[in-house]
């Protein structure tokens, strides 16, 4: 096996790994009531399928979207010092879950091991 769909599924997993700590403290209300629960709430559970590979393109479309509207949501409106701040981050986080939404999990991951023929679900 090649070493690139390896190294999809890293990717992924990391990428997640990376999200989730950003999405866990807010969840867990430690950074007070001023951040929307809500959101933090979809963070996480997004994150964590994007973390087991598990419905993984509708994941990625969602955390892209959500990084998008979220980072437009508070920065824009602040100013364009605001606006520089974090653009960089934003930026990747964006087009790497559009990519992983548009390539898929990688072969260590829940959609995989689902549509693998002579998986169990295919019996």
Same mark, same amino acid.
């Given at each position: 096996m090649p070493w690139a769909p390896r190294l999809?599924?890293?990717?992924?997993? @990391? @990428? @997640?790994? %990376?999200? /989730? $700590?950003?999405g866990f403290p807010i969840w867990a209300g430690r950074l007070g009531p001023q951040v929307n629960w809500l959101t933090s709430m979809l963070e996480v559970l997004a994150g964590g399928l994007m973390l087991l590979g598990?419905? %993984?393109?509708? @994941?990625?479309?969602? /955390?892209?979207l959500m990084a998008l509207?979220?980072? %437009?949501?508070?920065?824009?409106? $602040?100013?364009?010092?605001?606006w520089l701040l974090g653009l960089r981050e934003i930026s990747v986080y964006i087009f790497l879950w559009l990519y992983l939404a548009a390539a898929g999990p990688g072969p260590w991951s829940i959609d995989e091991r689902a549509t693998r023929p002579g998986s169990r679900s295919h019996t």
């Open positions: 999809l599924s890293m990717l992924r997993i @990391a @990428a @997640a790994l %990376t999200f /989730l $700590q950003s598990w419905f %993984t393109r509708p @994941a990625g479309i969602t /955390l892209a509207l979220g980072y %437009t949501g508070i920065h824009w409106w $602040q100013g364009a010092d605001s």
